[in-house]
C-alpha cells in the first residue's frame, strides 16, 4: 500500500508512521531522512542538497522530487510506503504521480491549539530521534531518552515563536494537497486530536485494514 501522510506540524504523522510502519511492513519516508542519508552518503544530489542547506536556502522542487524518485526505486519500498513531508506542493503531487502513483492519501485533521499544545511539549531524542512529550509521552527521567539514553531536547522550531509560522507555512504550501487530492477521490480524513492508539484504529479503519 502506498500511502501519503499529510497534516499540519504536530498531528502526529511520524508518531503513527512508525506503528504502520510495523502494521504494513513499509518503509516510513520523510523528506528530511532522505536529505540526510543523500547527504552522508555524499553522492551527487546529496552534495547539491548539502550545499543548498549550507546556504541557507531551502531544497528546491526539482532537487526534492529527483532524491524522492531515486529513494522510491529501492527495493524496500516496491510493495508499498508511507510518505511523511512530501509531497509539500501541488507540482511536487504532480511530479510524484507520474514515476509512483498513490493508493491513498490520509489527511491527519487537528485544530490550531492542538497543533500548539503537541509541539510546545514535544522533545526530540538527539541520538535516535524518538519523539517524546512533556503531557502525552513523557520521559521516565527528564531530559534522557527512555529508548537509547540519549539526550532529549526541544527543537528551535518547536518554540512558540516558531509554531505560528510553521502554520503559516504550511498553509500556504501544503494545505492546497488537501482539496487537491479529494478531488481526486484519494483523500482520507483522521481525526487527530486523540492518542495515538485511537487514531490507529481510526486509520485502520479509513483504509480497509481492520484484520490487522
Not at 516510513?28 to 542547506?53: N, P, Q
Amino acid at each position: 500500500m502506498k500511502l501519503i501522510f499529510l497534516g499540519p506540524p504536530g498531528a502526529g504523522k511520524g508518531t503513527l508512521a512508525v506503528r504502520v510502519k510495523e502494521l504494513l511492513n513499509a518503509p516510513h519516508i520523510s523528506t528530511g531522512a532522505i536529505f540526510r542519508e543523500a547527504i552522508a552518503a555524499k553522492t551527487s544530489l546529496g552534495l547539491k542538497v548539502k550545499a543548498i542547506i549550507d546556504s541557507g536556502k531551502l531544497v528546491d522542487d526539482e532537487t526534492t522530487i529527483a532524491l524522492v524518485k531515486e529513494r522510491l526505486a529501492q527495493a524496500d519500498a516496491q510493495k508499498g510506503y508511507i510518505l511523511d513531508g512530501f509531497p509539500r506542493t501541488i507540482a511536487q503531487a504532480e511530479a510524484l504521480a507520474t514515476f509512483s502513483p498513490v493508493d491513498t492519501v490520509v489527511n491527519f485533521d487537528i485544530p490550531d491549539p492542538g497543533v500548539i499544545e503537541r509541539l510546545s511539549g514535544r522533545r526530540v531524542c538527539r541520538k535516535c530521534g524518538f519523539n517524546w512529550h512533556t503531557v502525552f509521552n513523557p520521559t521516565k527521567q527528564e531530559h534522557v531518552c527512555d529508548t537509547c539514553g540519549g539526550e532529549v531536547y526541544i527543537r528551535d522550531d518547536d518554540k512558540p515563536e516558531a509554531i505560528g509560522k510553521r502554520l503559516e507555512v504550511y498553509r500556504e504550501q501544503t494545505a492546497p494537497l488537501i482539496a487537491f487530492y479529494r478531488a481526486k477521490g484519494l483523500l482520507v480524513d483522521i481525526d487527530a486530536s486523540p492518542l495515538v492508539d485511537e487514531i490507529l484504529i481510526s486509520f485502520k479503519k479509513a483504509v480497509g485494514l481492520q484484520g490487522l
